[in-house]
């Protein structure tokens, strides 16, 4: 029969391989920031409107079809930390093997203590940033037209 079956209500049915993740491609991605774009490589992936991509274990979004070896995912907004993430071609059943997709702290993640203080100055202020600042020469903080190295 080809690999398809019907039920008695003539509902198709189709038997195929599980899809298998091998790879995700970037494999770090910043944390709290949602529509990050996943590269998921692996095999057996079909062209299904219930293709989904799962990462973690609750984070489930649709998948965009490539070909049977690519799938496009859109990351949700996440804390830092590692995922593993899946692909179901039916929405039931998962991927058995995934790929572990991190979410970085970003720089730009910054924390100042405390957030308000006296229109007259003179408040201390600690400014903390989470992630890699490397890429900044220099760090300011500005209080209305004033700039006071950080």
Not at 35 to 61: A, E, H, K, M
Not at 134 to 143: D, E, K
Request: hydrophobic share 40%.
């Amino acid at each position: 029969n080809g690999g398809v079956d019907f039920t008695s209500n003539g509902i198709q049915y189709s038997f195929a391989n599980m899809a298998t993740v091998t790879d995700v491609r970037p494999s770090i991605g910043k944390s709290g920031l949602a529509g990050q774009v996943i590269s998921v490589v692996g095999i057996d992936f079909l062209p299904s409107s219930s293709l989904t991509c799962r990462f973690g274990v609750n984070d489930i979004l649709n998948g965009l079809y490539e070909s049977s070896s690519l799938v496009l995912c859109t990351a949700p907004s996440h804390v830092p930390g590692s995922v593993r993430v899946d692909v179901s071609n039916n929405g039931v059943d998962w991927s058995l093997t995934g790929a572990r997709f991190f979410f970085e702290a970003g720089a730009g993640v910054w924390e100042l203590i405390p957030s308000l203080g006296p229109v007259s100055g003179g408040t201390f202020v600690k400014l903390t940033a989470t992630g890699s600042i490397a890429n900044y020469s220099a760090l300011y903080c500005v209080f209305g037209s004033s700039e006071v190295a950080a």
